[in-house]
């Protein structure tokens, strides 16, 4: 009996071991690819790596990888790893078809998406809601908003399916990114209409349509109907009425709007103080600004990009330069990456102010930080 138990655990830690050994090869094989700085040889390694079904389950890694080719505007080596994987027998399967309409959607190559779409059947895939709603995000994703329209109402009929929620918030967006809101409002009708509920997604990308675009009423028309179906609102929904009340100089409710977040438990983001930041900036009142920023920090929320794109200019155009310059080590100390128009004005600034080490210092940390060469230059050097 000893013997036998013996033999067990033999196998057992010999499985074991295998196991662990397998799973630290993979690891190893995706840090490689996140460690890869030459896309040339990250393609060539992406498409060894597609060889294994378990990393063809990481959907993550597809969206990294296409992401950083389509930021180098790489789109011939998207269509490679991509087109790559039509050889494995996921292909037959609809939500890793989906995978590849949405990885051509968000890199703007929509007539890929849609071939792929297009060839499902070929591939023995079935096509299903699913795969329809992939390929309106592709649309919208792609910029391709006159396509819309014309695929949701051609398309179900053809393929014997019924649009769900997502396939009219996927319109509602696609007509509010074309600034034909009356659209968007009537698409939000018909689905109630047909017995479909909008959801927060819905009301959050018609108030932001609204309120970003000047149309504050509409905007409070859409606000009132989502309290009528009794969605309560977020920290985005209460963002998009925020930049509305900002953008028509309401400041003081802009506030009040802040607090009543805080109020119903919703902490303010990044976007909320930028937006309030933004606001007092515009109207010209630099002891404001200077609160709301404090008031951002004190809320544990991190100033980014475009906080330091925000400020440091109107520190600058009020002679503020000591603030200026503790923004722009602030930008060095975050590792936070802007624009080195941003910070060459900075510097410009500060020179005209007089403080003159002080642009020497921002020029240096340009050179020195251990994130990003930043090339600045001291005026007089021009």
Not at 54 to 66: C, G, L, M, N, Q
Not at 250 to 275: C, H, W
Not at 333 to 344: E, G
Request: glycine share 6%.
């Amino acid at each position: 009996m000893s013997f036998l138990l013996r033999r067990l655990y033999r196998a057992f830690s010999t499985s074991t071991a295998a196991t662990t050994q397998a799973a630290a090869n993979f690891e190893s094989v995706c840090k490689d690819l996140n460690r890869e700085r030459n896309l040339k040889r990250l393609v060539e390694k992406f498409k060894k790596s597609s060889e294994l079904y378990r990393f063809r389950t990481k959907a993550a890694i597809y969206e990294k990888t296409v992401r950083r080719l389509a930021s180098a505007q790489r789109f011939r080596w998207i269509e490679e790893i991509l087109e790559e994987q039509k050889k494995y027998k996921d292909i037959s399967k609809e939500g890793f078809v989906v995978r590849l309409i949405s990885l051509y959607g968000k890199s703007g190559m929509f007539d890929h998406a849609f071939k792929v779409f297009d060839e499902m059947p070929d591939q023995k895939c079935e096509r299903s809601v699913l795969s329809f709603n992939a390929l309106l995000g592709a649309c919208v994703n792609s910029k391709k908003f006159d396509k819309v329209e014309g695929f949701f109402r051609e398309l179900p009929s053809k393929l014997s399916i019924e649009p769900d929620l997502v396939s009219y918030n996927v319109v509602i967006k696609a007509f509010c990114d074309m600034g034909s809101l009356s659209s968007a409002v009537g698409m939000l009708d018909e689905m109630e209409k047909k017995g479909l509920e909008p959801d927060l997604i819905t009301f959050n990308t018609l108030l932001h349509a609204c309120y970003g675009s000047g149309r504050f009423p509409d905007g409070e028309k859409i606000w009132s109907r989502m309290a009528k179906k009794n969605v309560v609102p977020d920290v985005r929904s209460y963002n998009a009425k925020l930049v509305g009340l900002v953008s028509q100089k309401r400041m003081l409710e802009g506030i009040d709007l802040v607090e009543e977040m805080q109020t119903m438990g919703i902490k303010p983001d990044g976007y909320s103080f930028n937006a309030l930041i933004k606001g007092f900036c515009k109207d010209g009142k630099l002891d404001e600004a200077t609160n709301w920023y404090g008031n951002m920090r004190k809320n544990d929320c991190a100033p980014d990009k475009a906080t330091f794109a925000i400020l440091i200019p109107f520190y600058c155009e009020k002679g503020s330069y000591d603030q200026a310059f503790e923004l722009c080590k602030e930008i060095f100390n975050r590792k936070c990456l802007v624009d080195v128009v941003l910070l060459q004005n900075a510097v410009d600034g500060l020179v005209k102010g007089g403080k003159v080490e002080e642009a020497k210092q921002l020029v240096q940390l340009g050179k020195s930080n251990s994130y990003r060469r930043y090339t600045l230059k001291i005026p007089a050097d021009k």
